[in-house]
């Protein structure tokens, strides 16, 4: 493996790219078109590398005693050094795309990348572990919002509907490395409440996000709204179930919640209801 591959794999791609694809649809369903969908893509593309590749240099010993050797900086492709300052790198280049965006989308995207930061660091081995996520992923969509011309005030049910996402996320996030993270000393809120308690507050969390954007906006739900509705409530005991007839390092039910969040986002775009 390449330091480039490795240094990519090191930032957590999957998740992040598709925050930052779902975020880049919302952005376009809002009305974002050309540099101002760049710039907010490159934003939380920023936030999303910045948090992968701190995590990966805090966690590096931890991944080590862990035999993690999926993880290319406790495989040795890659240095501890080298992931640090990618991620210090990241982290200060999270406002500078949003800066010509106006001073409330550059606000709110700091904001984002602090708390996205401070799961990192110190949250992560609390019962608090969940809150980045929480204010984090509700900031997201506002972001979008707040960064059209103008700067329009984001809908409460959007921002609640992220944030219920991000919850949704952490639970089932931590899910396939709750044995690694106990061996190491990592007691998050996940740890703490026990696996099935976790899927069950991730199944939960998503589906309440699902039900926010079909009944939150004004107006009866849309058609497309309906069906997404139906499609968490499907999707998502699928992967429950998936999760516990799954030996090793269960995954199922982390892809589920990625597929509800797209759905819930397509949905967005769909409904042409946001701003």
Not at 49 to 75: E, I, T
Not at 143 to 156: D, E, R, S, Y
């Amino acid at each position: 493996m390449s330091r480039v591959l490795a240094l990519f794999r090191s930032a957590h791609p999957e998740p992040g790219l598709a925050v930052t694809f779902a975020m880049t649809l919302l952005a376009v369903g809002v009305g974002h078109r050309g540099w101002r969908l760049l710039l907010v893509a490159l934003a939380v593309a920023a936030t999303q590398f910045a948090v992968g590749w701190v995590n990966d240099w805090l966690d590096a010993d931890r991944d080590r005693q862990a035999g993690r050797r999926d993880k290319p900086v406790a495989a040795g492709a890659v240095s501890r050094r080298t992931v640090g300052v990618a991620g210090l790198l990241a982290a200060l280049a999270i406002p500078l795309p949003a800066l010509p965006l106006g001073v409330p989308a550059t606000v709110v995207i700091s904001v984002v990348g602090v708390f996205a930061l401070l799961y990192d660091w110190p949250l992560k081995s609390t019962a608090f572990s969940v809150v980045p996520y929480l204010v984090a992923f509700g900031l997201l969509p506002a972001f979008v919002v707040v960064a059209l011309p103008g700067q329009p005030a984001p809908p409460a049910w959007l921002v609640a509907a992220g944030a219920l996402l991000g919850g949704g996320a952490h639970f089932a996030n931590v899910l396939p490395d709750l044995a690694d993270d106990a061996a190491t000393g990592v007691r998050g809120l996940p740890h703490r409440i026990g696996a099935r308690w976790s899927q069950l507050a991730a199944a939960g969390l998503l589906l309440a996000a699902t039900l926010t954007l079909v009944f939150g906006p004004p107006g009866p739900p849309s058609w497309p709204g309906l069906a997404a509705a139906a499609a968490a409530v499907v999707v998502l005991p699928l992967g429950w179930y998936a999760a516990q007839r799954t030996t090793g390092r269960p995954v199922a039910l982390f892809r589920a919640v990625i597929v509800v969040a797209l759905i819930d986002v397509l949905l967005l775009v769909l409904s042409g209801r946001v701003a």
